[in-house]
């Protein structure tokens, strides 16, 4: 079975990050074949006295607001579909939800069985924060399959580099897998980053990393190994960096030091028997803290599709 999806579900609202996921989804649905679906969820809202600033289409009259929303999302999901087709990708299917958007699209895509969701984010300020709550963060935490959160703008698609965060768990190690095979599709450089954190005591001026040694050993070992179970993937050895730092650190590191044509990938583990972000986990930390495009895969005993 192929390691690349053959069913991939887009999410759009119309603005500027989700036109970037659109292109970016019909970019990977013809290189690997994959049939496309396209969705965009809307909330029904009460009647209000007075159209204002905030509601999902402000420029709407109050007057019958919650069907003329109906219609707005209708329209909004047609032209959107309308400019993929134009471009020259193929919609196997058009979905209208009604609903809060991450829980309706997460859903979608559990009953679609998609091996992959693809939806728009841009970061906050400096900081480069994603902030929680976020319809993209939402569907990372629920999704039953791998979701790419594009951002970067044009510039940072197609990737040219893929940085794959592994903790040696199952999760990381299906994140490496996807993320090298969607790398292969543009001739991308692969490199593995295996990060060590623990405070370091410092006695006399000096750092005592002794106590260090065997762990960065095993990861280097344990580097070596995935390095060569990948080789099959992108027909040449991975990269590999062990480092001595907290892992989200170590990723953003990589990941800006490549530039902005990179490709960020690493696993979500489940949490207790709610798939549901752990926040402060690794792969928060990255969605967060990276500006590049970020493919979060989960644990999963089902094969993607």
């Known amino acids: 079975?192929?390691?690349?999806?053959?069913?991939?579900?887009?999410?759009?609202?119309?603005?500027?990050?989700?036109?970037?996921?659109?292109?970016?989804?019909?970019?990977?649905?013809?290189?690997?074949?994959?049939?496309?679906?396209?969705?965009?969820?809307?909330?029904?809202?009460q009647a209000l006295p007075l159209a204002r600033p905030g509601l999902a289409y402000p420029s709407l009259e109050a007057i019958n607001y919650p069907d003329a929303c109906e219609r707005e999302a209708e329209r909004l999901l047609e032209e959107q579909v309308g400019m993929i087709r134009d471009a020259g990708g193929n919609v196997a299917w058009a979905h209208l939800r009604d609903g809060r958007p991450a829980d309706e699209i997460a859903t979608l895509?559990?009953?679609?069985?998609?091996?992959?969701?693809?939806?728009?984010?841009?970061?906050?300020?400096?900081?480069?924060?994603?902030?929680?709550?976020?319809?993209?963060?939402?569907?990372?935490?629920?999704?039953?399959?791998?979701?790419?959160?594009?951002?970067?703008?044009?510039?940072?698609?197609?990737?040219?580099?893929?940085?794959?965060?592994?903790?040696?768990?199952?999760?990381?190690?299906?994140?490496?897998?996807?993320?090298?095979?969607?790398?292969?599709?543009?001739?991308?450089?692969?490199?593995?980053?295996?990060?060590?954190?623990?405070?370091?005591?410092?006695?006399?001026?000096?750092?005592?990393v002794r106590r260090f040694e065997e762990p960065l050993k095993r990861g280097n070992e344990y580097l070596k190994e995935r390095a060569t179970e990948l080789e099959h993937v992108l027909g040449k050895l991975p990269e590999t960096k062990v480092t001595l730092a907290y892992p989200a650190a170590a990723i953003q590191e990589a990941a800006e030091e490549y530039g902005e044509q990179t490709l960020v990938a690493v696993g979500r583990r489940g949490l207790d028997n709610v798939k549901r972000f752990a926040l402060g986990s690794v792969s928060a930390d990255v969605l967060r803290a990276v500006s590049a495009p970020v493919l979060i895969v989960p644990s999963s005993p089902e094969p993607c599709q």
């Open 1 to 45: 079975m192929s390691i690349l999806p053959t069913k991939i579900l887009v999410a759009t609202d119309g603005s500027k990050d989700a036109n970037f996921a659109v292109g970016v989804a019909v970019d990977l649905s013809q290189r690997t074949e994959a049939e496309l679906h396209v969705v965009h969820a809307w909330r029904k809202l």
């Open 109 to 208: 895509a559990k009953e679609l069985e998609a091996g992959l969701v693809v939806v728009g984010s841009r970061g906050a300020g400096p900081v480069k924060r994603l902030a929680t709550g976020s319809v993209s963060e939402g569907v990372v935490s629920l999704a039953p399959c791998p979701v790419l959160v594009v951002r970067g703008g044009e510039g940072a698609w197609p990737p040219s580099t893929v940085v794959v965060g592994d903790d040696s768990s199952m999760e990381a190690k299906r994140a490496g897998e996807l993320a090298a095979a969607i790398g292969s599709l543009f001739g991308a450089r692969t490199l593995l980053v295996w990060a060590y954190s623990a405070a370091m005591v410092r006695v006399k001026r000096t750092w005592h």
